[in-house]
């Protein structure tokens, strides 16, 4: 399939939509009033610090919400706004982040079903509104919802797109693109529908596996069957791995796709030569401001002295658990929570920690002086963090008393 003249041509269609309605005053309002927040604000302005008795809240300098999370929702609100009446669906979450979602199905939107790992898009109909959300949506299923003449909003974020167009630059050459992501997140879905050929790595060492194939050669036999979802129909990696460039999901980390390229940049050189790389190997970059500057604050906030991190985001939000990472590499005790609701009573926390199922910690906030880091995930609206940092204060005050 012609995937970019696939995407042109739906652009180019009158039920297709990507640039809101005209609405964003109205939204902008609703928007302040849900997500906002005067204490985060008021923390910010006070160089990311906010003292209060026995608690020192510090935030990295970088969180929440990014510019392609608010132009995603503030889109998806308009669509409602625009379409008063209309069926809506919505092919995803449109984030990662409970309340935001919950606010969508408030409003009436609903969200296609997936069973046994596939989407149930018979429930649309012929003149329905399907929103993309902000991770987009594979080219399979925007053709499926063109071939039923559904009027499509698209709130694919900008960084996202650039990585597609970055594999279709590979695809041009016949180059296979490694992916660096999760052969499951949605944005790696839809990022891999773009692609000839092509291999999801998820980490570093995964990759290490792959170059050492390249040059020294390997059970082919292994090889498939360690990567079994997560390469293209027809893969070989005998024949495929021959020319490469890389692409990533915009929420990995950024110093792991940057070594990632590295690794592969100097595979190729050792492979065919530096005299030949050009013929093996690209790389664009493709890393999110966004999801770079968080890690970035996150990095310079755990330089600090601080007694606990505190990671705001949704459970499946990659870029927070990347967040979260940072801080355990920093061996500082660390809680992801979704919502604030997750700080209970009695000095106890539900938090999920890495790779692991929810989990009740007990006694999290140490006694005496404390100081407690903060940052979110980009799909986690400042109005969740004030509500986490409250409950905090209120606890310690709880406590002390």
């Known amino acids: 399939m012609d995937t970019k003249a696939f995407k042109r041509s739906l652009q180019q269609s009158e039920n297709y939509h990507r640039k809101g309605f005209g609405h964003q005053a109205e939204v902008a309002n609703v928007m302040e009033t849900a997500y906002q927040s005067s204490l985060i604000q008021q923390i910010r302005d006070n160089n990311y610090r906010l ?39 919505i092919t995803n979450e449109i984030i990662h982040n409970p309340s935001v979602n919950q606010h969508l199905r408030d409003m009436e939107v609903g969200f ?40 499509i909003v698209d709130t694919t974020c900008p960084w996202v797109s650039k990585v597609w167009n970055t594999v279709e630059k590979h695809k041009k050459k016949d180059y296979t693109s490694i992916i660096h992501g999760q052969y499951k997140h949605e944005e790696t879905v839809a990022t891999s529908s773009f692609a000839d050929k092509y291999l999801i790595v998820l980490n570093l060492q995964e990759a290490e596996y792959v170059s050492n194939y390249i040059l020294h050669g390997g059970d082919r036999e292994q090889f498939i069957a360690k990567f079994s979802k997560a390469y293209s129909a027809g893969f070989d990696p005998d024949l495929d791995l021959v020319s490469v460039g890389i692409a990533n999901q915009t929420t990995m980390l950024k110093t792991e796709t940057e070594n990632i390229g590295k690794l592969f940049e100097k595979t190729m050189m050792r492979k065919f030569g530096p005299e030949n790389l050009n013929e093996h190997f690209l790389s664009f970059n493709t890393i999110c401001d966004a999801t770079q500057e968080r890690q970035d604050a996150m990095l310079d906030l755990v330089e600090e002295k601080l007694d606990l991190m505190l990671v705001i985001g949704g459970f499946n939000s990659s870029n927070t658990t990347h967040l979260q990472e940072i801080a355990i ?70 406590v002390i008393a």
């Open 112 to 151: 296609i079903a997936v069973e046994k790992g596939l989407k149930d898009f018979s429930v649309v109909d012929s003149g329905d509104v399907v929103i993309l959300p902000a991770f987009g949506a594979s080219v399979q299923e925007m053709q499926l919802l063109n071939d039923k003449g559904c009027k």
């Open 51 to 89: 003292e209060r008795g026995a608690v020192t809240i510090r935030l990295a300098e970088a969180f929440g919400f990014c510019w392609g999370v608010e132009r995603a929702v503030a889109i998806a609100y308009e669509t409602r706004q625009h379409f008063p009446s209309e069926r809506i669906w």
């Open 329 to 398: 590499h920093k061996s500082l005790p660390s809680y992801h929570i979704d919502c604030a609701e997750r700080i209970l009573p009695g000095n106890r926390i539900e938090h999920k920690p890495l790779g692991g199922d929810l989990v009740v910690a007990e006694g999290w906030l140490p006694d005496g002086n404390i100081v407690v880091g903060v940052t979110s995930g980009a799909s986690t609206p400042d109005k969740v963090v004030e509500d986490a940092i409250d409950r905090i204060l209120a606890m310690k005050a709880a």
